[in-house]
């Protein structure tokens, strides 16, 4: 569904500042094979996140001491998440209500 | 500190391919690290790593154009012909002499031309791997020489050698 992998990003990043694979396997561990995410679609969802501002990269060193690019959620991020958290809830309910009824 | 550095490391176009490179490799390699084991090769684990990764070639390409989209000198000038666009509709509305309304309409080809121009090259697929080939990435082909690592046909390395004399 569209959005749903910035979401779960925006989700991800909300904690602390993370590198693109802590992010993936942050994923993976909450979806736990329900949800299939390659680790590669997460660059492209990054980069395009990167330049609507709604998260910030800077180099750092991980913890094999090898470098890395953190990502952190910015201001503008934060208040996506909240949107994009009710939006998935409102959806969510509306799907939910038309399974119940029909 | 970042704010002033990140727009201007993304100047350097090369430099910007070499972050993508680096990046996706940092994942390959700790992925390739994950899958491996004892019993399991570094070529067969590399494998893994790969399928679970994705397209890497098309995953740098999409990255390398949505950054060349995002380079600053592009968005200043896709601020500079919509400033030139929206300055050409003004004259056009406020302009009284024909000769002024001509220049409103010269103004507005340039500007609607200008970020026509800028949207068919963010369109354009990124054409930078056949400058790079000597990337980190494509090396991941190669299998690190090691006493476990099996070709193809389960030979060693030693094998190899052998059977190419």
Known sequence: ?102 | MNFFIGPLRRLDSRQVHREIEEELQFHLDLLTEEHCRPDIPWDEAQATARARFGNVEQIRDECARISRRSHPVILALKWFFGFVFVTGVLVRIFGTDYHVTRIGDLLMEVGALGRLLLYLRGKSPASYLKRHDESALLKLDVAPLSLTTYDQRGRTPVERVVSSK
């Open chain 1, 1 to 102: 569904m569209q959005g749903t992998l910035e979401l779960l990003i925006l989700k991800t990043l909300s904690r602390d500042p993370m590198h693109g694979y802590g992010i993936a396997q942050r994923i993976h561990a909450a979806v736990d094979d329900l949800l299939k995410v390659e680790d590669g679609s997460l660059y492209p969802a990054l980069y395009r996140m990167e330049e609507r501002g709604w998260i910030a990269s800077e180099w750092g060193v991980s913890d094999n001491n090898r470098r890395a690019k953190f990502y952190r959620l910015t201001k503008a991020g934060r208040k996506r998440l909240e949107g994009e958290r009710a939006n998935w809830e409102r959806v969510s309910q509306a799907i939910g209500r038309i399974l119940e009824t029909a």
